[in-house]
């Protein structure tokens, strides 16, 4: 059933709210004092076949700040489960709520939800709000993901509340919009595989199936495939992370979607100086969640959420861990072929050779040794400057700078598109932290939102290589103080 508003074109479903009672609780966002329109994603909006005049105006507004419930919406904070850096707990929406689904004409699905809406029952200690620099951070690097062209979850709209919530200091509150294809993830199938029944478990994973893979809804074993296509789902996921350098920072089971959308920019960055030891969020002592451990934890997360499809894939329990472990066993391979063919075209090769693996592994080795910065190297590398790189003039790099020549010599594409190839994958400009710090202390600080509204522009086509995008390629002057992230609570 939808219900369509012909004033702001909400169309909205509400399967998810339809799923057993245990899944979800029914709630009301908690209204909020004076709202303010911050931002607003007006080609979100349209591709949403969201009404962009009225939501721009005071009925929009409201409806972001949770102080007005659209029609045919029906609101629920979702339960979920995770291991949080390795143990596992209760969560579930401790600060948000699903509004509901938005269908489009096209017939995609999208959920609304609303984060920083207030406490629900799964908010432990927590005050259900949220901070303005946190979800400016969120809408800023989702937005620049989605334009690199990795999946994740959307921003439609941030507001602030008029109300101040308490951190270390006074904070202005905010209400961030987040769309997403579902907010589904591993840790909602640990939630229903530990304290529901094996039916619930098997009507979310029917429902799952139905929504994020309806081609093997008619295979014998169903729960196999699902198994098998969220694993290939997030291989290529956490591959496309790694090439453009992202870290999640907080890869706990509960913020792993099982759509294969990057979800939760709490304490995520972009690495500079190529290094895989590299480690933004305070939290993170022992580095679990560092750079180049993402592909194993994908692994680990992945998994957590085998072990939690047990009783569904074999009534024989014992048959049921090797069905799993089987299919866990190829994530290594598919993350590592992902990655392959991803450095591959960054480095403008097209056909494949054996070699090239240890190629690309030396180009790395040889980055970390001399601090290069990773976006910047690869950039010269696309414009053949090599003069523009610290690696420059070592005796490492001029004999791998000659290798990599001789390598593009044995493939018959011109070096025209060799050069198109690089340009199409070595994003000109990522959203560097010193960046970003900079329009969010200008948001928050001075209620200047003009220079992340800049960021925003320069973001939104990464691959463009503009002039207007040269200033954002430089790096942060140096300091003795390492970059720290801190989750967006
Ligand atoms: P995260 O670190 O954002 O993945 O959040 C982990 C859990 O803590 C989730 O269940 C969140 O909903 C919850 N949470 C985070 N911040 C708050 C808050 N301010 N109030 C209530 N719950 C929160
Ligand atoms: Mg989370």
């Known amino acids: 059933m939808t219900n369509q508003n012909m004033e702001t074109s909400w169309n909205f479903d509400n399967s998810y709210a339809c799923l057993p009672e245990s899944f979800f609780t029914h ?38 700040a949770g102080n007005r419930i659209p ?4 609101p629920i904070a979702q339960a979920y489960a995770g291991h949080q850096f390795g143990h596992f707990t209760m969560l579930g929406d401790g600060r948000a709520l699903l509004l509901g689904e938005q269908l489009t004409t096209k017939g995609e699905r999208f959920d609304i939800q609303l984060k920083g809406s207030g406490r629900t029952p799964y908010s432990r200690g927590g005050d259900g709000r949220a901070a303005l620099g946190p979800m400016l951070r969120e809408y800023i690097i989702s937005e620049a993901m989605h334009a690199l062209g990795i999946p994740t979850t959307r921003s439609l709209a941030v507001i602030t509340t008029g109300e101040t919530i308490i951190r270390e200091t006074e904070l202005p509150g905010a209400i961030l919009t987040r769309v997403s294809s579902s907010h589904i993830r591993v840790g909602t199938f640990q939630y229903v595989a530990n304290w529901c029944t094996i039916e619930e478990l098997r009507i979310l994973a029917d429902y799952t199936i139905n929504r994020h893979y309806p081609d093997i809804a008619a295979d014998e074993n169903r729960y196999l495939s699902f198994l098998k296509e969220v694993i290939k789902r997030q291989a290529a996921l956490i591959a496309k992370w790694q090439l453009v350098g992202f870290i999640h920072g907080v890869m706990n089971t509960d913020n792993m979607t099982i759509s294969g959308e990057t979800i939760d920019y709490g304490p995520c960055a972009f690495m500079d100086t190529y290094d895989p030891a590299t480690v933004f969020s305070s939290i993170d002592r022992k580095g679990r969640y560092a750079y180049g451990n993402q592909p194993y934890i994908g692994g680990w997360n992945l998994a957590r959420f085998a072990e939690s499809l047990l009783p569904l894939l074999h009534k024989d329990e014992e048959q049921a861990v090797q069905i799993a472990q089987e299919a866990i066993s190829d994530y290594s391979d598919q993350y590592r072929s992902n990655w392959l063919s991803g450095m591959r075209a960054k480095l403008g090769i097209f056909n494949e050779e054996e070699q090239d693996e240890a190629l690309i592994e030396s180009l790395l080795s040889i980055m970390q040794k001399y601090h290069a910065d990773y976006t910047n190297t690869f950039r010269a590398l696309t414009f053949d400057k090599p003069e523009d790189t610290v690696l420059n ?16 010599k044995r493939q018959e594409e011109s070096a025209d598109s060799t050069h198109q190839l690089m340009r199409n994958n070595n994003p000109a400009v990522i959203p560097r932290n010193h960046r970003v710090e900079e329009a969010l202390e200008a948001a928050v600080k001075k209620e200047d939102y003009s220079v992340m509204n800049r960021l925003l522009h320069v973001l939104s086509n990464p691959y463009a290589y503009s002039q207007e995008q040269a200033e954002y390629c430089t790096l942060p002057a140096p300091s003795g103080i390492p970059y720290r992230t801190y989750c967006g609570t």
């Open 27 to 64: 709630l009301k966002p908690t209204p909020v004092r004076s709202p303010k329109l911050i931002i607003f994603n007006e080609p979100l909006a349209t591709a949403l076949e969201l009404n962009v005049h009225s939501l721009k105006s005071d009925e929009g507004t409201s409806v972001f």
């Open 71 to 74: 029609e045919g919406a029906s």
């Open 393 to 408: 003039g070592t005796s490492e790099f001029t004999q791998w700078y000659n290798q990599w020549k001789e390598r593009l």
